[in-house]
């Protein structure tokens, strides 16, 4: 099992629409975890951060499943101006290193 | 204001050069990264360091090598070795490495390197 996998995409849903996608991590003893967007040819950048069982910042909602190891991100009214790639990313006290998801790409129509 | 500086933004590489990609941060994070993304891909990291004068392999390490002589400096050197470096290259920093709470990973701009 990959140590952080998500699904790549592309979810292709229209303005207004509510999409969420998951992200599952295989280390039981990670205790923060994040969401980063990044578009194309761009650096990623922080949307949200997840320490307990949830986190809620507008249109955007992370939500953490301990018990089944995974998170997810949910994104309300939709915005053309939301296309991007979201990355998870998982940090492993274990191993002093930061896990990247290889990302789910989001791709909002008129 | 505070935050990562890398240079050069672009970079060709001719077959068989070294070259040595630039990061500076002044945010005083004890915690620096480098990442490779090739096209389409998720990042892959290739070191990382916690302290200055100590740095550790990541997951793609062979043909690249790097150094932490000050806090705030990270360079990374793209060597001959590496047989395919044409990618984009990033450098991130952080408080201190692994699963602390609150362990914000922080991005430079990122540098294009292509091969010629």
């Known amino acids: 099992r990959k140590e952080v996998e998500q699904d790549p995409g592309p979810f292709n849903v229209p303005e207004g629409a509510t999409v969420a996608f998951n992200c599952t991590y295989s280390?039981?003893?990670?205790?923060?975890f994040f969401w980063y967007r990044q578009d194309c040819r761009k650096e990623p950048k922080l949307l949200m951060s997840v320490y307990s069982s949830g986190n809620e910042d507008g249109r955007f909602t992370a939500q953490l499943n301990r018990a089944s190891q995974y998170i997810s991100l949910l994104i309300r009214d939709s915005k053309l101006s939301d296309s991007a790639t979201y990355l998870c990313?998982?940090?492993?006290?274990?191993?002093?290193?930061?896990?990247f998801g290889s990302g789910t790409r989001l791709s909002i129509r008129p | 204001d505070g935050g990562i500086t890398q240079s050069p933004k672009y970079l060709f590489r001719k077959e068989g050069q070294n070259v040595t990609l630039s990061c500076e941060q002044n945010l005083n994070h004890d915690a620096m990264y480098w990442y490779r993304q090739d096209p389409g891909q998720g990042l892959r990291l290739i070191y990382y360091?916690?302290?200055?004068?100590?740095?550790q392999k990541g997951d793609i390490a062979e043909g690249y090598s790097v150094s932490r002589e000050k806090k705030e400096s990270f360079p990374l050197t793209v060597t001959s070795a590496q047989k395919n470096p044409t990618a984009f290259y990033l450098c991130a920093s952080s408080i201190a490495t692994g699963g602390s709470s609150g362990n914000t990973i922080y991005f430079g701009e990122g540098s294009w390197l292509t091969v010629v």
């Open positions: 280390n039981s003893a990670s205790q923060s």
């Open positions: 990313v998982v940090p492993y006290s274990s191993a002093s290193k930061i896990i």
């Open positions: 360091s916690q302290i200055v004068n100590d740095f």
